[in-house]
């Protein structure tokens, strides 16, 4: 072993990479949603052994956009009064003397162990349920969306690098997964519990509206427990590499009657998703820092 997490207090039940490969995220039933610097984790090692005190500092009480759905009224509670909780540098949840701590052992094989503890995490965003559903944006990976459990009931989506808040989509069902498109700007999601019961198990929202823009009704009862989407993989033979299979569009959901079922939930039409402005719920200034420039006037 060469690394550890040990900031959550119990369950881990999400874990998540971003595309790039510079990010992790992991969700755990303490209703906790952690981002980390994989550099942090398992990078270059730092001038000090013991510990490394971060600096950074951002607004807590980032701003939240919210969007009220056909699946659910909206939910602006403030989830038992805690507030979103950023890592370095911010408010803490436990005592002053909890400092931002890397530490690094050795093992019996003389390997260097790191393991982070609390405040090692970039940002930490306080959920009303366990976090189970993680997804970084494929075509903007400061991006990530999360889903709660059964006492939270929305989807949430957050900007890595400064913490941000930018939307929440109530779905009144527990957010078992999330998937993006990688054709288009929208997210798929597959529930769970419903509280109040809907037949909705597998809904796509665009992106950054938040609209809804199709929804699979299921029979009464059924539950989509976890959903990975269908590979994108190039023929070898006969047809062509450049063609696209139509279930390359479907979502492969685990059922709760023990079967796996398939459903095509981005059909075979191009459109242009990636990247530009709005990728960031239209700010502006989350956009700049990303190098997303809009076209216009300059104020002088």
Known sequence: MVAKIAIHVQQICGLAWSTDGMSLASGGNDDLCCIFDANDILGVEQQHETTIQGTDTVDPAAPRVASELELGELDLREYDGRRVHHGRGSEMRTSATDATQIHRTRNAHSFSLRTLTLGSERHCWIHGAAVKAIAFCPWTPSLVATGG???????????????????TIAVSAQVTSLIWSTTRREIAATFGYAQPEHPWRIAVFSWPDCRQVAAIPWNQGLRALYAVPYPSVPWV???SSTDRLVHQGCLVVAASDNSVKFHEVWPDEKKSTTGGPGTLAGSDILESLEGIDKEGGVIR
């Open 149 to 167: 459990g059964s006492k939270d009931k929305c989807i949430h989506f957050f900007h890595t690098t400064s913490g941000a808040a930018l939307a």
């Open 237 to 239: 033979g006969e047809p």
